[in-house]
């Protein structure tokens, strides 16, 4: 690699998962993502995103921490199955599957995925991750539509896809696989973002 090379620029072959966990953080916090070798780059997340995925993950612990589940809700945190690296907006993983040295969760453990659509990630978030997150039989995927107005896309997996089961744009009680039920509140978020 030269000096004005980038670890990015001076990769040779496909790319593992080994590869994207050495890479260095990206100066504009930029989000690495690997799918079979593939390299995926994404812009961070703006301030209504972040504030979304946040009001989301609060509800969701606070729905699994009254059920006694043994779930853990995270963000942005990486999720990883053998030549996959993933960062999803939501994530509840099973407690038993990680503990604080964790880098990068195993997919398996995963109990639901979210993702927040921004006009950067709409292909990724409405097609490529959602297969593959079924592939990988994650039970319960969450898309999460900002525009025109927020709602939440309620999918089950069903054999090796997901199937839609709601679309919830004010209050609605939502089961997360059998595990425990959230009572989401999509108007205390608008008020977050408003706020």
């Given at each position: 690699?030269?000096?004005?090379?980038?670890?990015?620029?001076?990769?040779?072959?496909?790319?593992?998962?080994?590869?994207?966990?050495?890479?260095?953080?990206?100066?504009?916090?930029?989000?690495?993502?690997?799918?079979?070798?593939?390299?995926?780059?994404s812009p961070a997340p703006g301030l209504a995103h972040q504030i979304v995925s946040y009001a989301l993950r609060?509800?969701?612990?606070?729905?699994?921490?009254?059920?006694?589940?043994?779930?853990?809700?995270?963000?942005?945190?990486?999720?990883?199955?053998?030549?996959?690296?993933?960062?999803?907006?939501?994530?509840?993983?099973?407690?038993?599957?990680?503990?604080?040295?964790?880098?990068?969760?195993?997919?398996?453990?995963?109990?639901?995925?979210?993702?927040?659509?921004?006009?950067?990630?709409?292909?990724?978030?409405?097609?490529?991750?959602?297969?593959?997150?079924?592939?990988?039989?994650?039970?319960?995927?969450?898309?999460?539509?900002?525009?025109?107005?927020?709602?939440?896309?309620?999918?089950?997996?069903?054999?090796?896809t997901y199937r839609e089961v709601a679309t919830v744009t004010g209050k609605a009680s939502v089961d997360v696989?059998?595990?425990?039920?959230?009572?989401?509140?999509?108007?205390?978020?608008?008020?977050?973002?408003?706020?």
């Amino acid at each position: 690699m030269s000096v004005t090379e980038t670890p990015i620029e001076g990769h040779m072959g496909p790319w593992t998962v080994e590869d994207v966990l050495a890479l260095p953080a990206h100066p504009a916090r930029a989000r690495y993502e690997l799918v079979d070798g593939v390299l995926f780059m994404s812009p961070a997340p703006g301030l209504a995103h972040q504030i979304v995925s946040y009001a989301l993950r609060s509800q969701i612990d606070a729905a699994s921490a009254r059920s006694g589940a043994r779930f853990l809700t995270a963000g942005a945190v990486m999720v990883a199955s053998d030549s996959r690296l993933f960062i999803p907006d939501i994530a509840v993983v099973d407690r038993a599957a990680v503990s604080r040295s964790t880098l990068a969760a195993p997919l398996e453990a995963m109990l639901l995925l979210g993702e927040i659509v921004s006009p950067f990630s709409r292909a990724a978030d409405r097609i490529l991750k959602p297969a593959l997150y079924a592939q990988a039989k994650v039970p319960a995927y969450w898309r999460v539509e900002m525009e025109p107005d927020l709602c939440v896309v309620v999918h089950a997996l069903d054999g090796d896809t997901y199937r839609e089961v709601a679309t919830v744009t004010g209050k609605a009680s939502v089961d997360v696989a059998g595990e425990f039920t959230v009572d989401l509140d999509l108007d205390a978020v608008r008020r977050e973002l408003e706020g």
